[in-house]
């Protein structure tokens, strides 16, 4: 049973407007959360991350919110422009698990210009 | 000079071939670890290992072994691997796994695939 689960398999957005992805939880435990962005032929490189012990937390046109009531986290790019076109994975982990960081399946969001 | 390297980019072999991954991190860390992408699934967390012990093995078949001779260069070695091993293999660096951010930082990628 996956732990982290991005449910929206892919968006697509205006460029200008608003980019919200979603990740749902089922670990209370996890205390740290991040969110990674891929694109085609690269590795995943770190975006944002955000603490339990915060309910948002923001970087530029990234800010990253967190519900631990209803285990729900996003990410909200704002505005999106078409170099955010990419796969967004969302991640977990939780204190005393050091590395193991429990991923989702990843969302790819489509910029249209 | 990027910070974490993987040779090759792409590799194609046989079930009964024997290859082998590299990684190599030029950012001075000390945990290195192998992961698994296969398409629309979460990254599987394959080995992990800190200063250059391994640390976990998530229950990963034995076609595959890991080695690591120091704290910057990691080797996946395949043997015998089965198509559904087809895969995009991504190598991660991080700081320190303990206790830390978990930020790693990955190379680009070996798309494997067997066949």
């Known amino acids: 049973d996956q732990q982290v689960k991005q449910n929206s398999p892919s968006l697509s957005v205006q460029e200008g407007r608003i980019s919200i992805l979603n990740c749902d939880y089922t670990n209370s435990m996890f205390d740290y959360f991040l969110w990674y962005k891929k694109y085609p032929a690269e590795g995943p490189t770190f975006l944002i991350s955000?603490?339990?012990i915060k309910d948002k937390n923001e970087d530029g046109r990234f800010t990253v919110f967190l519900n631990k009531s209803a285990k729900h986290l996003s990410l909200h790019i704002v505005p999106s422009q078409p170099g955010d076109s990419a796969v967004y994975f969302c991640?977990?982990?939780?204190?005393?698990?050091?590395?193991?960081?429990?991923w989702g399946a990843g969302t790819k969001l489509i910029i249209k210009p | 000079e990027t910070g974490v390297t993987q040779t090759p980019r792409h590799l194609v072999m046989g079930m009964t071939n024997k290859k082998s991954l590299k990684c190599e991190q030029h950012?001075?860390?000390?945990?290195m670890y192998w992961y698994k992408q296969s398409a629309k699934k979460p990254l599987e967390l394959m080995f992990v290992?800190?200063?250059?012990?391994?640390?976990e093995n998530n229950s990963v078949p034995s076609r595959f072994s890991p080695e690591c001779p120091n704290s910057s260069h990691l080797f996946l070695h395949l043997h015998t691997l089965q198509p559904e091993d087809s895969a995009l293999y991504l190598c991660a660096s991080s700081q320190d796994p303990s206790g830390g951010s978990g930020e790693l930082f990955f190379g680009e990628g070996s798309r494997l695939t067997v066949l």
């Open positions: 955000i603490s339990s």
């Open positions: 290992y800190n200063f250059k012990e391994q640390t």
């Open positions: 991640a977990a982990s939780a204190r005393g698990s050091n590395y193991q960081l429990i």
């Open positions: 950012l001075g860390h000390n945990a």
